[in-house]
């Protein structure tokens, strides 16, 4: 008899412990599916795809280009590089040589050489030499030059009145930088001016008295070329 009861009331306990558990299993059950219940649910709205945009393009290069409009036409013209060249410098090709030489034994003094060939237009150059310019101020093209018949050729501007010479030599180059004939002529003119002024004697390029028919030859070299 108490065998039996003990073991109903193990039956019973275990029963009971079983329902304990099995109603605490429903309970969290329960309990999530209400949790997940009251998530509110969010709708996730597509999201535009932003286009990749690439700034650097390769554009074909134009140049500088201007644009000239006419009444009922557009064009784009390339724009004309108006760049100034500066003119070649003229090679010489020939030369053209007076030379004025005094007797033996009676040079030209600088004191008065000096001031009659600044009279005549003559202006005094780095290089030692005198230059008949153009103008006579100095400016444009250097037509023809001064130079002393002995070496090195060069004056001292400093010493003139220190300095003596037999002789000085004028030239001009072929092609001329200025107008060929006026420039012989200034040329010619100016060595009688200097032959006149020391009593010297003219020569050609030979070192020989310059006549006409001399003359003449340096005027046909000098058609020559212009006409070449």
Same mark, same amino acid.
């Given at each position: ?15 009971? !412990? ?17 949790? !997940?219940?009251? !998530? ?42 108006? $760049? ?17 030489? $005094? ?32 103008? $006579? ?35 001009? $180059? ?55």
């Amino acid at each position: 008899m108490n065998d039996e009861l003990r073991w109903v009331l193990i039956i019973i306990g275990a029963l009971l !412990i079983g329902g304990v558990l099995l109603h605490g299993l429903w309970s969290i059950r329960k309990g999530d599916k209400d949790k !997940i219940a009251t !998530i509110p649910s969010v709708q996730q709205e597509p999201v535009a795809a932003t286009p990749v945009v690439n700034e650097t393009r390769d554009e074909p290069d134009m140049g500088n280009i201007s644009v000239s409009i006419d009444d009922d036409e557009r064009r784009v013209e390339p724009e004309q590089d108006h $760049t100034e060249q500066s003119p070649k410098a003229i090679e010489p090709q020939d030369y053209i040589i007076v030379h004025i030489q $005094t007797e033996e034994g009676i040079p030209m003094q600088g004191s008065v050489l000096l001031p009659l060939v600044l009279t005549l237009g003559f202006k005094y150059s780095e290089d030692g030499f005198f230059n008949r310019h153009e103008d $006579t101020a100095g400016n444009g093209a250097v037509l023809f030059r001064l130079v002393n018949m002995f070496n090195p050729g060069t004056f001292d501007i400093d010493n003139m009145e220190q300095f003596k010479t037999e002789g000085v030599s004028l030239f001009m $180059t072929l092609p001329c930088e200025g107008e060929a004939l006026p420039a012989f002529n200034m040329l010619h003119s100016a060595a009688k001016k200097i032959a006149d002024e020391f009593g010297a004697q003219i020569l050609d390029h030979e070192r020989q008295p310059l006549d006409v028919a001399q003359v003449r030859q340096y005027v046909e070299k000098i058609r020559e070329f212009e006409s070449a």
